[in-house]
């Protein structure tokens, strides 16, 4: 196959016309403020999230088209239309209403991929409530840390979770008063301190005026793991509909006629701004698979589904590409003309796969947690470089810098002008889906910023043709399936096993998932490494912290390597697990 390092920019005959074409003119032309015209608004000068996304279209003609469509094996299709997403939302926020529950509020839900989370999200929303939607696949632990750090007074989740997760650790989390419970095949247990949400809906009004809420009014806080401590809570406000809305055209070219799939869970991120927000703001189908990843069954509904704008991860496409192409080839998937990829970086050999198995090549892009949205991508506008995250869309100004010598705490950087020199990716400030904050953590959020300039913790290179290139992230954190993993969350819960006197977690890099977590403790005086401890603390870690989250591989270490001031040099532990050079060993307590 032939590997060119461009791929042309072309739009195939009887495609829709891309939104834009001319990368410098549209940035040139661009501004936030006219971007945002586009938007209805609320009466009275504000602006929200579940109005823009849902309500804005029932003056036209969108408001009949489906807006979601659930597809889960052996079951029909459930289509949602956006008239009846404003009903339905509408009966959340009324439910929310009569519980008492206030604008401000936080609201967890905690679900798969059902009808009743994208209700909830939206409908809360709506009244004005600060939203999070966690991961299902997420253990006890993550849950109750989130729900604590968040102050959470609601959470919606599903009868069999709620027993799974949540009924053993209720009294540890006391700001939540109301769990609202979704009922699933087997109806519902009526567990004490919960509340049936269908018989709520069924109740509640169909009719809501959403709330007044600015464009600085928080309304999602989604949580993003860090190198120490527990979980940052990344306030984002309702006025980052904007940049969901204008980076839904530049990066995905989403059009009101697509049927878009975004693979994400709406427990990460892209998830919620790309899996249920942008989408809605186009007034385009969102087809929502409540299965797990299966390649048959994902090729299946490229196909039937008939997906014209598709948005999925590294990861997946790694396990496609692994089950070869001529499953990919047994059907034709006409109406495909956009495909787009996020959280990882993207090897070049994916980008041509989906050129030559596809048809189409795949459109890398970037963002974080803390953007709100993507900010660098690989767009229609222009050719694709594999291997690169593209280049910053319209509105958004990036730059390569270098860490210089600072007083005490302070950081001091310098923009690196000169193409091609590795350093960190820092964003200028002034997009709307910037987050606002680390949730009761202003010191965290703080150290983000060099004046006007975020660092994004990440290491870039930008060539010179304004093209940037994924280097490594700058700290400890850990990329799983695409999914931000904290090594200190994993740490704490290792720790508590009984045997375990110290833990360390790194990332070790893995073909498919990008890396896996790889735990090396040390036990305490008087117990044995063997097999039948190692799968102990591995069910431990399981139980308390989920699958996604968990290690896969542990090994025992008599003793760690940590720094004279007691940090356990995880940098070290990656090292020599992988071969590599040491590097600096000078703080490196003696003897480890
Ligand atoms: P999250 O906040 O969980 O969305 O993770 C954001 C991080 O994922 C970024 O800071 C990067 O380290 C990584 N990431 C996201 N998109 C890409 C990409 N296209 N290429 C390489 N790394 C990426």
Not at 292 to 314: C, H, K, N
Not at 347 to 357: I, K, R, T
Not at 443 to 453: G, Q, S
Not at 575 to 591: C, K, N, V
């Amino acid at each position: 196959m032939e590997r060119p390092s461009v791929i042309h920019k072309t739009v195939r005959a009887g495609d829709v016309a891309p939104h834009w074409q001319d990368y410098e003119g549209e940035r040139r032309r661009f501004s936030w403020d006219e971007a945002r015209k586009a938007l209805s608004g609320l009466p009275g000068g504000g602006i929200n999230i579940g109005f823009e996304a849902v309500d804005r279209h029932l003056n036209t003609n969108v408001k009949d088209r489906v807006a979601l469509r659930f597809v889960a094996r052996n079951q029909p299709a459930l289509d949602l239309s956006y008239a009846e997403l404003a009903r339905q939302t509408n009966r959340f926020a009324n439910v929310l209403e009569g519980l008492g529950i206030q604008k401000g509020a936080h609201l967890f839900v905690l679900s798969g991929r059902l009808p009743e989370l994208y209700i909830a999200v939206l409908g809360a929303l709506k009244k004005g409530i600060v939203v999070t939607p966690m991961f299902s696949a997420f253990g006890p632990e993550p849950v109750t840390t989130r729900i604590n750090l968040g102050d959470g007074q609601v959470l919606v989740t599903t009868d069999v979770l709620y027993q799974r997760k949540i009924k053993q650790l209720r009294q540890q989390m006391p700001s939540l008063r109301y769990v609202l419970l979704i009922a699933e095949e087997g109806g519902l247990t009526h567990e004490p301190g919960t509340l049936d949400l269908g018989q709520l809906m069924r109740q509640a009004s169909d009719a809501f005026t959403t709330v007044n809420t600015g464009a600085e009014d928080p309304a999602l806080l989604h949580f993003t793991s860090g190198t120490t401590g527990t979980p940052k809570g990344a306030l984002h406000v309702h006025g980052a509909v904007v940049t969901h809305f204008c980076t839904g055209r530049y990066a995905l070219d989403l059009h009101t006629q697509d049927r878009f799939w975004c693979t994400a869970d709406p427990g990460w991120v892209t998830g919620t701004s790309y899996g249920i927000i942008a989408p809605l703001l186009q007034g385009v189908t969102s087809i929502i698979d409540r299965e797990e990843y299966d390649a048959e069954r994902w090729y299946s509904l490229l196909a039937e589904e008939r997906i014209s704008v598709w948005y999925t991860a590294p990861t997946a496409l790694r396990m496609l590409m692994k089950s070869g192409k001529e499953l990919a080839q047994k059907l034709k998937y006409p109406a495909l003309r956009f495909i787009a990829s996020v959280g990882e970086p993207l090897n070049p050999e994916a980008v041509w796969w989906g050129q030559e198995v596809l048809g189409l090549p795949i459109h890398d892009n970037w963002w974080q947690t803390e953007t709100g949205g993507i900010m660098i991508a690989n767009t229609p506008a222009f050719d694709i470089k594999p291997g690169s995250m593209g280049r910053p869309l319209p509105g958004v100004d990036a730059y390569i810098v270098e860490h210089l010598e600072a007083e005490g705490d302070a950081l001091n950087v310098r923009v690196i002008e000169a193409p091609d020199v590795e350093g960190e990716l820092a964003l200028r400030g002034g997009w709307p889906s910037m987050f606002r904050g680390y949730l009761n953590n202003e010191a965290r959020y703080k150290k983000c910023f060099v004046d006007d300039l975020y660092l994004t913790g990440d290491l870039a290179r930008r060539d010179a043709e304004g093209y940037f290139w994924f280097v490594g992230r700058a700290d400890d954190v850990i990329k799983s399936a695409g999914h931000l993993i904290g090594p200190f969350e994993v740490e704490s819960v290792l720790m508590e096993h009984s045997a375990v006197a110290e833990a360390g977690v790194i990332g070790k890099p893995d073909p498919v998932v990008g890396e896996v977590v790889k735990a090396f403790v040390s036990l305490k005086d008087g117990c044995v490494a063997n097999e039948m401890l190692r799968m102990d603390i591995m069910a431990h870690a399981r139980k308390r912290l989920g699958a996604a989250v968990a290690p896969k591989e542990i090994a025992f270490l008599p003793t760690l390597p940590r720094t004279r001031s007691g940090k356990i040099m995880r940098r070290l532990l990656k090292a020599r697990e992988l071969g590599l050079p040491e590097g600096d060993t000078s703080t490196l307590e003696a003897g480890a």
